[in-house]
Nanobody, 119 residues
Framework: QVQLVESGGGLVQAGGSLRLSCAAFGSVSNFGIMGWYRQAPGKQRELVAVIGSGGSTNYADSVKGRSTISRDNAKNTVYLQMNNLKSEDTGVYYC?????????????WGQGTQVTVSL
């Protein structure tokens, strides 16, 4: 079993920055794709950014150029640096991890951390 522990959310003014962290704990060694999703009130959960175990990244168009996802494989931790935050970045941010073992895929989610961007 894997547990994801998120931190770094909070209230920030528009134009400000935040850094989210997510540490994965568990008795597995092959952590795969890690990423961040967000869910705004009344909307579906959407991808923000993902990073593969080798460092390849993918971003939502809405955050490209303003956000950087990175990971520390030694610490099983993924980070999301968000700059020039906008009100539309407000939402609950969820950490996501994919673990593949043979033909079995398991998806894990964090509990979510609130990000609120004020005007």
């Amino acid at each position: 079993q894997v547990q994801l522990v998120e931190s770094g959310g909070g209230l920030v003014q528009a134009g400000g920055s935040l850094r989210l962290s997510c540490a994965a704990f568990g008795s597995v060694s092959n952590f795969g794709i890690m990423g961040w999703y967000r869910q705004a009130p009344g909307k579906q959960r959407e991808l923000v950014a993902v990073i593969g175990s080798g460092g390849s990244t993918n971003y939502a168009d809405s955050v490209k150029g303003r956000s950087t996802i990175s990971r520390d494989n030694a610490k099983n931790t993924v980070y999301l640096q968000m700059n020039n935050l906008k009100s539309e970045d407000t939402g609950v941010y969820y950490c996501h991890l994919v673990v593949v073992s043979g033909i079995t895929r398991n998806d894990y989610w964090g509990q979510g951390t609130q990000v609120t961007v004020s005007l």
